[in-house]
């Protein structure tokens, strides 16, 4: 996933132009830049005892931010630079930069100060306690930081746009323009692409797993890890790797973009995956024109197309099989016990398909499933028909219904993410969105450059990410999420392509 620090744009105001409304803004950039230093310290290095200071700083930095944000200096500046013989004068850049800040500005200007600082230390207490109550498979503990973040979420989207169901003023601000029921109806149209496979792959015999189960170092998993980033051109002088409960990518686009994963010594395939997911998000970020820094447009535009990248690397290129005939050496290198394990035997096992209880060790097709299950609760949670001490049922009756499989805690149920518990409702739709546009993506890469299958056997890597350099990863905030899919690929949102996708790339594997 990707990590975003709480913290709204700020401002202050009196000096008059562009300039000037740059050197004020710079403020804000550095504050944000502080406290993503904080979160991703928080993270990894962080002591246990350090966390009550570390919450205190960001709180702080968050609230000071929002101050400048809503405060008089900043409409004066946007009065000043919004007027026609303004606009008229200004790069394309500043334009932008102007928009977004008074889009922005217009959302948040409404919510009282003290509103927006109890929902930001509420969610940072709430994560904090969630740790301990995950490990403790105690989801009463969490119920009433649930309760308290969905009413301040609730009252927060009111200010925002009154007139607007406050999911959708939530799903809004993940992804530009999303509503709940244009979700509804592109995931039902991805569940009924995606069932009729899932269930003929049950019917196959299973994938057997355990000659990959071992003893696999960190340190040689961390080697494998650089030798993978590497590949995929990842850039250590504006990043790094470090190591995380759950895997995350933070940055400061395009120079500092950090990445982190997690080490199971028994199995040395999730973290592989996890790396080549967070470097996708971290190519994102790197590849952001450097012009872009300063007028917060140096990020992803949506958390949707963010996803669509990660999911590329991942799943696109990572579980393709020319892939791995160029790259499967550089396992064998760094685990020698792979050498008894053919590539054949090494590509069914990464695209094993089997319903299973936790979203991230989900399989590329099951894991659009649990998506769509966090999806429809929270829409429930929010319109009020269902309550949160009813949500570990309510989990649980829809694992069944849609997978097959019922948590016996938890832990592997409604606690194993850390979403909701960090008041992130709204954030699950992105990822299955980003396997959608992953998709019209991958469709109209192989119309404009042959085939991937062609690419990948080919080594061609480098033409792959040169392609999503030039139509995504540049842009940064300079296109809405609908520009990107309208500008590359000439549609909509569309599930079909990737539907196309999965379905002849099981039949071939499953022999369907
Ligand atoms: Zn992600």
């Given at each position: 996933m990707?990590?975003?620090?709480?913290i709204f744009?700020?401002?202050?105001?009196?000096?008059?132009?562009?300039?000037?409304?740059?050197?004020?803004?710079?403020k804000i950039?550095?504050?944000r830049?502080?406290?993503?230093?904080?979160?991703w310290?928080m993270?990894?290095k962080m002591?246990?005892?350090g966390a009550e200071a570390h919450?205190a700083?960001l709180t702080?930095?968050?609230?000071?931010s929002?101050?400048?944000?809503?405060?008089?200096e900043m409409?004066?500046?946007l009065?000043?630079?919004?007027?026609?013989e303004?606009?008229?004068?200004?790069t394309?850049?500043?334009k932008?930069?102007?928009?977004?800040?008074?889009?922005?500005?217009?959302?948040?200007?409404?919510?009282p100060p003290?509103?927006?600082?109890?929902?930001?230390?509420v969610?940072?207490?709430?994560q904090?306690?969630?740790?301990?109550?995950?490990?403790a498979?105690d989801?009463?503990?969490m119920?009433?930081?649930f309760?308290?973040?969905?009413?301040?979420?609730?009252e927060?989207?009111?200010c925002?746009?009154?007139?607007?169901?406050?999911?959708?003023?939530?799903?809004?601000?993940?992804e530009?323009?999303?509503?709940?029921e244009?979700?509804s109806?592109v995931f039902t149209?991805?569940?009924?692409?995606?069932?009729p496979?899932?269930?003929?792959?049950?019917?196959?015999p299973?994938y057997d797993?355990?000659?990959f189960k071992g003893e696999?170092?960190k340190e040689?998993?961390?080697?494998l890890a650089h030798?993978?980033?590497?590949v995929?051109?990842?850039n250590?002088?504006?990043?790094r790797l470090?190591e995380s409960?759950?895997?995350f990518?933070?940055?400061?686009a395009?120079?500092?973009?950090?990445?982190?994963?997690?080490?199971d010594?028994?199995d040395?395939?999730?973290s592989l995956?996890s790396?080549?997911?967070e470097?996708g998000?971290a190519?994102?970020?790197q590849h952001i024109?450097?012009?872009?820094?300063g007028?917060?447009?140096?990020?992803?535009t949506?958390?949707?197309i963010?996803e669509?990248?990660?999911?590329?690397y991942e799943?696109?290129?990572?579980?393709?099989?020319?892939?791995?005939?160029n790259?499967?050496?550089?396992?064998?290198?760094?685990?020698p016990a792979?050498?008894d394990i053919?590539?054949?035997a090494?590509?069914k096992?990464?695209?094993s398909?089997?319903?299973?209880?936790?979203?991230?060790?989900?399989?590329?097709l099951?894991y659009?499933?649990?998506v769509?299950?966090r999806?429809?609760?929270?829409?429930?949670?929010f319109d009020?028909t269902?309550?949160?001490?009813?949500?570990?049922?309510?989990?649980?009756d829809k694992?069944?219904a849609?997978l097959?499989v019922?948590?016996?805690?938890?832990?592997?149920?409604?606690?194993?993410d850390m979403?909701w518990p960090?008041?992130m409702?709204?954030?699950f739709?992105s990822?299955?969105?980003?396997?959608?546009y992953?998709?019209q993506f991958?469709m109209?890469?192989?119309?404009?450059?042959?085939?991937?299958?062609?690419l990948?056997k080919e080594d061609?890597m480098?033409?792959?990410t040169?392609?999503?350099?030039?139509?995504?990863?540049q842009h940064?905030?300079?296109?809405?999420?609908?520009?990107?899919i309208?500008?590359?690929c000439?549609?909509g949102?569309?599930?079909?392509?990737?539907?196309k996708?999965?379905?002849?790339?099981?039949?071939?594997?499953y022999?369907?």
């Amino acid at each position: 996933m990707i990590k975003y620090t709480k913290i709204f744009y700020e401002s202050r105001g009196r000096m008059k132009g562009i300039q000037a409304f740059r050197e004020y803004t710079k403020k804000i950039e550095d504050m944000r830049h502080a406290a993503m230093i904080i979160s991703w310290d928080m993270e990894t290095k962080m002591p246990k005892n350090g966390a009550e200071a570390h919450i205190a700083s960001l709180t702080l930095l968050s609230s000071e931010s929002f101050k400048m944000m809503v405060a008089d200096e900043m409409k004066g500046y946007l009065d000043e630079l919004t007027t026609e013989e303004s606009m008229s004068k200004l790069t394309a850049i500043d334009k932008k930069m102007i928009e977004n800040m008074k889009e922005s500005y217009d959302e948040v200007k409404n919510i009282p100060p003290e509103l927006h600082t109890r929902l930001v230390e509420v969610q940072s207490r709430s994560q904090h306690a969630w740790k301990t109550a995950k490990h403790a498979n105690d989801f009463e503990t969490m119920i009433p930081y649930f309760e308290e973040m969905i009413a301040l979420s609730k009252e927060v989207s009111r200010c925002i746009k009154p007139e607007q169901d406050p999911y959708d003023t939530l799903l809004d601000s993940y992804e530009k323009g999303m509503t709940a029921e244009k979700i509804s109806r592109v995931f039902t149209e991805l569940r009924d692409g995606i069932q009729p496979l899932i269930e003929a792959i049950s019917k196959k015999p299973r994938y057997d797993d355990c000659k990959f189960k071992g003893e696999y170092s960190k340190e040689a998993q961390k080697a494998l890890a650089h030798d993978i980033l590497h590949v995929m051109g990842y850039n250590f002088d504006s990043g790094r790797l470090d190591e995380s409960e759950h895997p995350f990518t933070i940055g400061d686009a395009p120079h500092d973009v950090r990445i982190t994963t997690n080490y199971d010594v028994t199995d040395m395939r999730p973290s592989l995956f996890s790396v080549l997911h967070e470097g996708g998000h971290a190519l994102y970020e790197q590849h952001i024109n450097p012009l872009l820094v300063g007028t917060f447009l140096n990020r992803g535009t949506s958390m949707g197309i963010h996803e669509s990248q990660s999911r590329f690397y991942e799943n696109i290129i990572g579980r393709n099989k020319y892939f791995w005939e160029n790259h499967y050496h550089q396992v064998v290198k760094r685990f020698p016990a792979y050498k008894d394990i053919s590539l054949d035997a090494f590509y069914k096992s990464i695209n094993s398909v089997e319903p299973s209880l936790i979203r991230v060790d989900a399989d590329e097709l099951t894991y659009n499933l649990h998506v769509i299950i966090r999806f429809e609760l929270e829409r429930a949670l929010f319109d009020g028909t269902l309550s949160v001490k009813d949500l570990p049922q309510a989990w649980g009756d829809k694992m069944k219904a849609y997978l097959g499989v019922e948590p016996g805690c938890h832990k592997d149920g409604v606690l194993q993410d850390m979403h909701w518990p960090n008041g992130m409702f709204g954030y699950f739709p992105s990822y299955a969105l980003g396997n959608i546009y992953s998709g019209q993506f991958l469709m109209q890469l192989e119309k404009e450059r042959g085939s991937i299958d062609e690419l990948l056997k080919e080594d061609k890597m480098g033409q792959i990410t040169e392609w999503l350099e030039h139509h995504i990863h540049q842009h940064g905030g300079m296109k809405k999420p609908i520009e990107i899919i309208q500008d590359t690929c000439g549609t909509g949102l569309d599930a079909k392509p990737i539907i196309k996708y999965y379905t002849e790339k099981y039949t071939a594997i499953y022999g369907l």
